[in-house]
């Protein structure tokens, strides 16, 4: 039982950390991708290739003035930034970042916790992660912040629904709502190659409309209406400043990775590679091939992030009336329309 | 009127499929962008790297000496006079016995001094100088906290001893 506990605090200390550093590095990434895009450089100053910027950017943030407007709601002001970062923080318990590892002949898994309804929890969390940006702008007593707020929840709230559809597709042929179990069943073997049946193969349509909806749970452009900047001065976070508003920022690079992470672990095999079975077979030993698993998983992770930061710089916003045509009159029923098509083929074959 | 070849005739006509699908629309702006990604950039890095100066660049000046030495101005006062910003002000002293190996004429510019602030970098005082003696550099004159440093005196200005004419501390007359 001791080692059971020190196991998963390992686990999740590890997760804790990598998931902040690459949110750290992240911020840095799209700054230099958004650079590259526009021709220039990015930030190169702070160490090579500018490897201590997001360090100075964080140690800057502490430095400045902790602000709270006269009239707003102390504790709500305070509250709000917290839940972003703790929500944002909290899915990770259930993405499996590799198979196992065998440690002193014992089998550490690395997830921390495999829950039989690991998609609703993620599905919860994140629903609780709009709550941070709600109470962050109705606390700010200031009305750029409530519009964001506002448009923050409407957008969230419309998006999940059409989010949630097209994952029931995915349950429908998967069975399961685990994310381990789902993960696992990617390593089932493709036209005779281990680890390369990939819901995306089954899945394509759900899959784009998953990525929509995470681009805009993410608020990420096209979809980043709560804070537009050149409609609402910063949206929700106006009148945040210093650490507080570093959370907010920051919380969203997380979210973005913990939805990267998803997106890979549902769509794209999670730690599965093609051969993987196969270099066990040929004496690879079983840890190396484990480890390969999570290295491939975060370079899905990267390359997802990549196209989250790929389309910012890409796109225009969304009008919010274009923005609301697209989620309920286009997703919603291609998201049914999805789940009709998995129930037949499911039915024929 | 049709000032470029890129303009298109507006028409609120139905959009096709495709266009009402805009993910071809996207999936082009995206490549465009990735194209601009890996694209050579054309910064300068400004303080390890630096563009060089047009050949008739005009900067700071510098007040020249001759193969042995000795400084060309004869203190004439022709820049002077020829200043559009009456930036220039010379003293003029007469050259002693055994001060021949310093100066080229029998006059010499005892205090030479250019204020910096009042300067155009126009160029007229090396057009009307006769003796070749002063020249507009590469060089820039630096930023500094005091406007009395702005007033170049002979300290600054003079070539320094045992310095040749290089292209980088000032340039020929007319190429």
């Not at chain 1, 998967?174 to 990939?198: D, H, K, N, R």
């Not at chain 1, 400043?241 to 997380?254: D, V």
Request: with cysteine; hydrophobic share 45%; net charge neutral.
């Amino acid at each position: 039982m001791e080692i059971f506990l020190i196991d998963k605090i390992v686990v999740i200390t590890l997760v804790f950390a990598i998931s902040l550093v690459v949110a750290l590095y992240s911020t840095l990434a799209e700054r230099k991708v958004s650079g590259f895009i526009q021709d220039r450089l990015g930030p190169n100053r702070a160490g090579i290739f500018g490897i201590l910027q997001p360090l100075a950017d964080g140690g800057k943030f502490f430095f400045k003035e902790e602000f709270i407007p006269a009239n707003a709601d102390k504790f709500l002001f305070i509250l709000g930034p917290s839940i972003s970062m703790l929500t944002a923080l909290m899915t990770s318990a259930v993405i499996p970042w590799g198979t196992y590892l065998e440690v002193a002949g014992r089998a550490v898994t690395l997830q921390v916790t495999d829950i039989n309804i690991g998609l609703l929890y993620v599905f919860a969390v994140v629903s609780v992660g709009v709550y941070g940006i709600m109470i962050g702008g109705w606390a700010s007593n200031n009305k750029f912040s409530l519009l964001g707020a506002l448009r923050a929840s409407s957008q969230m709230i419309s998006y999940e629904i059409a989010m949630g559809l097209s994952i029931i597709a995915l349950v429908m042929t998967s069975g399961s709502l685990s994310i381990g179990t789902i993960v696992g069943q990617q390593t089932s073997e493709l036209f005779g190659i281990s680890g390369a049946s990939w819901n995306i193969i089954y899945q394509p349509l759900g899959f784009m409309i998953f990525f929509i909806c995470a681009l805009a749970e993410c608020n990420r452009t096209p979809f980043d209406l709560p804070e537009s900047e050149s409609e609402l001065v910063a949206g929700y976070h106006t009148e945040y400043s210093s650490m507080k508003l570093g959370l907010y920022l920051f919380a969203e690079y997380i979210n973005m990775f913990i939805s990267g992470a998803i997106m890979s672990a549902l769509y794209f095999g999670g730690y599965n590679f093609p051969f993987m079975n196969e270099l066990v077979e040929m004496g690879w030993s079983h840890n190396l091939v484990a480890i390969m698993g999570v290295g491939v998983f975060f370079l899905k992770i990267f390359f997802f992030i990549f196209l989250f930061m790929w389309i910012r710089w890409t796109l225009p916003r969304f009008r919010y009336d274009q923005l609301m045509n697209l989620g309920w009159k286009i997703l919603i029923p291609l998201a049914l329309f999805n789940i009709l098509i998995t129930g037949l083929f499911i039915l024929v074959f | 009127m049709k000032l470029t070849n890129r303009s298109k005739v507006v028409v609120n006509k139905e959009m096709t499929l495709a266009e009402k699908l805009y993910l071809p629309a996207i999936l082009s702006g995206m490549g465009i962008t990735i194209k601009h990604f890996f694209k050579k950039k054309p910064t300068i890095q400004y303080p390890e790297q630096k563009r060089d100066f047009s050949f008739i660049y005009r900067g700071k000046h510098v007040l020249k000496r001759d193969e042995e030495g000795r400084e060309n101005c004869t203190a004439c006062g022709l820049c002077a006079v020829s200043c559009p910003a009456e930036a220039i002000s010379i003293v003029a002293g007469e050259r002693k016995p055994g001060e021949e190996k310093l100066y080229r004429e029998e006059k010499y510019a005892k205090s030479y001094e250019i204020n910096m602030l009042r300067c155009i970098f126009c160029g007229l005082c090396e057009e009307a100088c006769p003796k070749d003696a002063i020249y507009l550099t590469e060089e820039l004159a630096p930023a500094n906290y005091d406007r009395s440093n702005f007033i170049y005196g002979k300290d600054k200005l003079v070539q320094p001893l045992g310095t040749s004419a290089h292209p980088k501390t000032y340039k020929p007359y007319k190429k």
